[in-house]
């Protein structure tokens, strides 16, 4: 059991294409253990491999904390999504405030379809399909995104980028202070 350090905005970690994960050995057991250690103990909804510094096809959530207020939403639990491929997406273009632990102190509102069907394998390596909806389709989605080096700061206008950008330059610079551990920044030239 380890806290990992997480890989923050301007990483060059953060912008590529993840690989697929061949099998589940140990190694990967251990990993995905860290993964939701650290994704709770950032109080995060949701956590991709990249964003440790691991550029493979694995994210965990855990949308529960987050659907106390929403109504109709199944209680998931924790769920780990490997070589995970968004088949659909549908239903109605839901616009809901986002913020990532790769970028700290930045949440806008960030427009998503309400529903999704993925194809993944848990955390036995079984193959699954399975439909989400609501909450926690977004919370996938979000992680899916990272997977394909997507960051929700891509979904959003120019506009507001550029609201953002000082924000950005302070994560950029390691000036931000978080109350969870980060990453130095790797392969920056
Ligand atoms: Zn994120």
């Given at each position: 059991?380890?806290?990992?350090?997480?890989?923050?905005?301007?990483?060059?970690?953060?912008?590529?294409?993840?690989?697929?994960?061949?099998?589940?050995?140990?190694?990967?057991?251990?990993?995905?253990?860290?993964?939701?250690?650290?994704?709770?103990?950032?109080?995060?909804?949701?956590?991709?491999?990249?964003?440790?510094?691991?550029?493979?096809q694995l994210f965990v959530i855990n949308a529960d904390t987050m659907t106390e207020e929403l109504e109709d939403?199944?209680?998931?639990?924790?769920?780990?999504?490997?070589?995970?491929?968004?088949?659909?997406?549908?239903?109605?273009?839901?616009?809901?405030?986002?913020?990532?632990?790769?970028?700290?102190?930045?949440?806008?509102?960030?427009?998503?379809?309400?529903?999704?069907?993925?194809?993944?394998?848990?955390?036995?390596?079984?193959?699954?399909?399975?439909?989400?909806?609501?909450?926690?389709?977004?919370?996938?989605?979000?992680?899916?995104?990272?997977?394909?080096?997507?960051?929700?700061?891509?979904?959003?206008?120019?506009?507001?980028?550029?609201?953002?950008?000082?924000?950005?330059?302070?994560?950029?610079?390691?000036?931000?202070?978080?109350?969870?551990?980060?990453?130095?920044?790797?392969?920056?030239?």
């Amino acid at each position: 059991m380890a806290i990992l350090p997480i890989v923050t905005y301007n990483d060059p970690l953060l912008r590529k294409e993840a690989e697929r994960v061949d099998e589940l050995n140990e190694e990967l057991g251990v990993l995905i253990a860290d993964m939701f250690d650290t994704m709770y103990n950032s109080s995060g909804v949701g956590l991709a491999a990249p964003q440790i510094g691991k550029s493979i096809q694995l994210f965990v959530i855990n949308a529960d904390t987050m659907t106390e207020e929403l109504e109709d939403e199944e209680d998931l639990g924790a769920m780990v999504f490997i070589n995970p491929q968004i088949l659909t997406t549908e239903g109605e273009i839901v616009k809901l405030e986002e913020g990532c632990l790769s970028i700290p102190d930045v949440r806008d509102e960030v427009s998503r379809h309400d529903r999704i069907t993925i194809r993944f394998r848990n955390r036995h390596f079984e193959e699954k399909t399975e439909e989400f909806s609501g909450w926690v389709s977004r919370v996938i989605q979000h992680e899916y995104d990272h997977l394909k080096g997507v960051l929700f700061l891509d979904h959003l206008s120019s506009f507001r980028r550029r609201f953002h950008r000082s924000a950005l330059k302070k994560i950029d610079s390691g000036k931000l202070e978080t109350d969870y551990p980060i990453a130095p920044k790797k392969g920056k030239k």
